[in-house]
């Protein structure tokens, strides 16, 4: 393992060097692995692990929308496309990929597939930590393990086409073969991880499900329509109150973010951005750092959890996600970012 200097704290990381792609294959030479659903994360990580050159089955509802896009992605029903409960079966390593909800309403007929040393894999560690709500608890004859990557399963597929990777936590919960921790690493290195960095089951839940609430989704969604509104309110335009909330936001600076740290983005910025800038940021931190706390105090109790399994358990829930996702894209502001991103000058008309 490689040891990195975090900002001042020391921590062990996992890169492609300390542990490459044909070690990974020697660790899992003669093991299938059984992706279980085709959503989010499932796609991405069967298809990298099959370029890489894995044995690689995947698990899917048959006569499904996600099964006949298994079909479209080269899956073969009977050699590498089985039902469920027979992919999970024929896995040495099982991939449990489907959404949380249904990893509790589908754990009774996937437990039993599972056989002695086999591995149980996630990559989230929702039903695992809040296994008193979701009723998920392994039996004590399988590795357990985890390999999240930060990010979603698009750009997981995209950042390994592009030969960058994603990185991702790793994790061991149960290690019955004593093989484990070697088993997560190297599923780590062939879903294309940029490195891998190590937590628990409990940390990886409470960031992601905070983070995700947070600044990756849930805040930065609320303070776009809040600093929108404001300036709808006094006057400015839909196009220029977009231009000034997300445009230059998503175009521009972000990017900076990510090429060199904020502090390079602030130092390339105008001098008067730069003082509003530095002077606000301590105000929307010291504002906002509430409702961080109350966030991860009710992810941690298992709150957030029990509305979760509640509504996405709702046999309406599709169609009611589907309304709020509509009202989300009707709205002024993203009808006005739909107009902006059409005059982008990549999407112009080619005379």
């Known amino acids: 393992m490689a040891k990195i200097n975090f ?23 003669g093991e299938t692995i059984a992706v279980l659903g085709y959503g989010v994360q499932g796609p991405a990580q069967a298809l990298n692990m099959r370029d890489n050159g894995f044995q690689v089955i995947v698990g899917q509802k048959p006569n499904s929308p996600t099964w006949d896009k298994a079909v479209k992605d080269g899956w073969v029903p009977g050699e590498t496309l089985f039902p469920l409960e027979e992919a999970a079966a024929r ?26 040393g086999d591995a149980l894999y996630f990559s989230h ?3 695992i930590v809040y296994r008193d709500q979701t009723g998920v608890v392994p039996p004590a004859y399988v590795d357990v393990i985890m390999v999240a990557p930060k990010g979603s399963g698009t750009s997981v597929r995209a950042n390994f086409l592009a030969g960058s990777g994603i990185n991702s936590s790793y994790a061991v919960y149960q290690d019955y073969t004593g093989r484990a921790l070697e088993r997560t690493l190297a599923i780590g290195i062939a879903i294309g991880s940029g490195y891998l960095f190590p937590t628990t089951f409990e940390m990886e839940v ?3 499900l905070t983070g995700e609430r947070g600044i990756l989704m849930g ?21 220029e109150a ?22 390079w983005m ?4 105008s001098t008067t951005a730069q003082r509003g800038a530095l002077d606000w940021k301590n105000e929307f931190c010291q504002a906002v750092a509430p409702v961080f706390e109350r966030l991860y105090r009710r992810v941690v109790d298992g709150e957030e959890t029990r509305i979760v399994l509640q509504a996405n358990s709702a046999p309406d829930y599709k169609e009611r996600l589907g309304r709020e996702l509509q009202m ?4 002024e502001m993203w009808q006005a970012g739909a107009a902006v991103r059409a005059l982008r000058p990549e999407n112009w008309k080619k005379e």
């Not at 990929?97 to 599972?114: E, G, H, K, N």
């Open 7 to 29: 900002g001042g704290v020391i921590e062990e990381v996992v890169t492609r060097d300390e542990f490459p792609l044909d070690r990974a294959r020697q660790v899992l030479l």
């Open 91 to 116: 896995g040495t390593i099982i991939q449990y990929l489907v959404s949380d909800a249904a990893q509790m309403a589908t754990w009774p007929q996937i437990r039993p597939c599972l056989k002695e």
């Open 125 to 127: 560690g929702f039903a």
């Open 206 to 208: 409470y960031s992601d």
């Open 219 to 239: 805040a930065l969604a609320g303070v776009m329509e809040a600093q929108y509104e404001v300036l709808r309110r006094h006057g400015h335009s839909p196009s």
């Open 242 to 263: 977009f231009n000034e909330t997300v445009e230059e936001l998503t175009q521009s600076l972000i990017r900076l973010v990510g090429q060199n740290g904020m502090d």
């Open 266 to 269: 602030y130092s390339n910025c």
């Open 328 to 331: 989300m894209r009707e709205s």
